[in-house]
């Protein structure tokens, strides 16, 4: 049970600094995605399942308030958590470089798959521009080191209160 408040409780504040405060970061009107950057956290720390989980019902909520093809967030948030889940173990988590370079490239994947399916289901509407998909990648990676450590002292704190100290 406490796992899953800690997981709850990170859905919802990564939603709500998403939603109603990063508007305020945009950086050539590309705003970061922090959400992606906890999708990719969770799957190189917690595993491919709870990035997938993660993944999912995020996706699902973003698109239930987007305008965008609903089942675009979830599917490509969802195949990017499986992905980089299987690079737990693997790559060195901790570095600051991977880090970035994981988040470039899990960014990457994410406004391509997302110009994909909007040209497959959206017809002519374009919802990603092209300053996106050249800064949005950039952006994420720069910021990913940032949010891991958020990420990682939260994680530290819950497990405090929930779990036996390592």
Known sequence: MKRFSFLFFTFILM???QFSFLWRF??????PNIILISIVWFS???GSYQGQMLGFFTGIVVDAFSIG???ANALLFTVIGFFVGLLKKKVDERNIFV????????TLFYCFGFWVLTKIFGGRKVIISEKTLLFLPLYNALLAP???VVLVWWAKLWRE??????
């Open 99 to 106: 880090q970035g370079l994981v988040v470039f490239f899990a």
């Open 69 to 71: 093809i609903f089942g």
């Open 15 to 17: 939603l709500t600094f």
């Open 161 to 166: 209160k929930t779990y036996v100290a390592d």
């Open 44 to 46: 190189l720390f917690r």
């Open 26 to 31: 945009s950086f050539f009107g590309v705003i």
């Open 146 to 148: 940032l949010c891991f």
